[in-house]
């Protein structure tokens, strides 16, 4: 594991350009659930059950209580040291972009700045009848239990609905060919804490290499996206990614 880990210093040393694609794994130890495996269960919902417009058509309460139950859980929660070396990865190169598939705001708490969120951000709302994306959050006094029948309202009177990517939704228009653009002319890919089942997100490792980027992989387990890339780092983000962080030159 040590050898990797050096190989990946090196690869890091010797390039200019840094992308990262980050997934829910990387949240995990803020305390955050991610979506599959066997804590991705919410009152015997699947959370991926539960992320698809037809999930909020039919019973729009019920998302909206699982959403605002993750709002809770993200408001208590604090970016972790994985969040935190992706900051100072960021410090070292001129050229980096950090795409995430995670909603939960906390690459930005933790002063991350080039961000591109794929999949929205759950601090948001869009308004069903006039599309206003407003920034809608929990009182803080509902955390612990959101009140269940609330349905957020917009101003002229429409339903909100979480301003995020549901399953068969397109991503936010610019953001694809924004990292994509990016990702053609970087030297590195960091894929990490993703399980790399999720498309598009899952077939930038590819689409990495083709474009002639080394790719590195940090994750608990192994993913479809491991026998792919150059490197595959297993281990916690929290405890790679700062371990390489420190082995870096100072920015
Ligand atoms: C750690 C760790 C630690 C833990 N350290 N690691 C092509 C082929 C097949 C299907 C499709 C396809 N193209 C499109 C589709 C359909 C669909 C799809 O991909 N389905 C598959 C499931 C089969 N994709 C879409 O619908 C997308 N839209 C689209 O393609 O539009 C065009 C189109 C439209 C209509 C028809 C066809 C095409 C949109 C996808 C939107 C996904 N939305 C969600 C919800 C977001 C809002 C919310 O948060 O509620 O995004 S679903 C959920 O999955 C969420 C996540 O961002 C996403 C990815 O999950 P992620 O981050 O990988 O988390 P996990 O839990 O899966 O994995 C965590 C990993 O971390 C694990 O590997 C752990 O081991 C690891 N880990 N702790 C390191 N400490
Ligand atoms: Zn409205």
Redesign the pocket.
Known sequence: MKEKIEIAIQILKNSRSLFILT????S??SGIP????KD?LWKNYS??D??TPEAFRRNPELVWEW?HW?QGIILNANPNP?HYAIVELEKRYKDFLLLT???DNLHQRAGSKNVLE???N?FRARCLECNKIIHHQIEQKFNDSPHPNRLPKCSCGGLLR?D????????PEGIWQRAMEFLSSADVAII???????????GIPEIAKNYGAKTIE????V?PISPLVDLSLP????EILPEIVKNLPAP
């Open positions: 997934g829910a794994g990387v995990a130890e991610t979506f599959r495996g991705g959370a991926t539960l992320a959403y993750r994985a598939q995670n909603v794929l999949h929205g759950i979480p995020v990517v549901w399953f068969g939704e397109l991503i990490c804490g993703t399980s790399g089942v999720v498309w598009p997100a899952a940090i994750n608990l387990e993913t281990g916690k983000a929290g």
